[in-house]
């Protein structure tokens, strides 16, 4: 199903798509973060995949709940995006010779990852508000929350120490 097909008529189905879409994604992370982990080398990055794997996991069962609250078949779809972002990653990973300059590059990729989960949460609350589901809208601003934090740590070890050590 496209994104701009006749499948998809109305906010609710847009929303469930949509939920199909970011249950794919955090599935494919489930099992990514566990190959980025492995190659990292600074223990604090490391330990931050490891960290957010748990996180992951937890969004994924969190996606069920809310298939269930909207009474949706729990179901994923391809989402080109998360799988090009993930295929990207493991391209730089496999070019970077440099331990220091690989953990930089698997920042980024982490990074490109929770930016596009950011969007689709966001989007994904507004929706779920304009359809009267509140009750969706506060779990998925859990998880929304969750990965901002994400983002922010990553952001933090990447300035505070694995650019600055990839860079000499």
Same mark, same amino acid.
């Given at each position: 199903?496209? #994104?701009?097909?006749?499948? %998809?008529q +109305?906010m609710?189905?847009?929303? %469930?798509?949509?939920l199909?879409?970011?249950?794919?994604?955090?599935?494919?992370?489930?099992?990514?973060?566990p190959?980025?982990?492995?190659?990292?080398?600074?223990?604090?990055?490391k330990? /931050?995949?490891?960290?957010?794997l748990?996180?992951t996991?937890?969004?994924?069962?969190? #996606?069920?709940? !809310?298939f269930r609250?909207? /009474?949706?078949e729990?179901?994923a779809?391809?989402?080109?995006?998360?799988?090009? !972002?993930?295929?990207?990653?493991?391209?730089?990973? /496999?070019?970077?010779a440099?331990k220091?300059?690989?953990d930089a590059?698997?920042?980024?990729?982490?990074?490109?990852?929770?930016h596009?989960? !950011?969007?689709?949460?966001?989007?994904? %609350?507004?929706?779920a508000?304009?359809?009267?589901?509140?009750?969706?809208?506060?779990?998925?601003?859990?998880?929304?929350?969750?990965?901002?934090?994400?983002?922010?740590? #990553? +952001?933090t070890?990447?300035?505070g120490?694995?650019?600055?050590?990839?860079?000499s």
């Amino acid at each position: 199903m496209g #994104l701009f097909t006749r499948d %998809i008529q +109305t906010m609710n189905d847009l929303f %469930i798509h949509q939920l199909q879409d970011i249950y794919y994604a955090e599935k494919q992370l489930v099992r990514a973060l566990p190959k980025m982990a492995e190659k990292a080398t600074d223990k604090l990055l490391k330990q /931050g995949f490891l960290t957010h794997l748990d996180e992951t996991r937890t969004h994924v069962e969190r #996606l069920e709940e !809310i298939f269930r609250m909207h /009474g949706a078949e729990v179901k994923a779809v391809d989402c080109p995006a998360i799988d090009g !972002i993930i295929e990207e990653a493991d391209d730089v990973a /496999g070019e970077v010779a440099d331990k220091a300059v690989l953990d930089a590059a698997l920042i980024n990729a982490a990074q490109a990852a929770e930016h596009y989960e !950011i969007t689709r949460y966001g989007s994904l %609350i507004a929706w779920a508000r304009q359809l009267g589901r509140n009750d969706c809208a506060s779990i998925l601003q859990k998880t929304l929350d969750e990965e901002k934090t994400a983002d922010k740590k #990553l +952001t933090t070890l990447a300035e505070g120490r694995v650019n600055l050590r990839a860079a000499s």
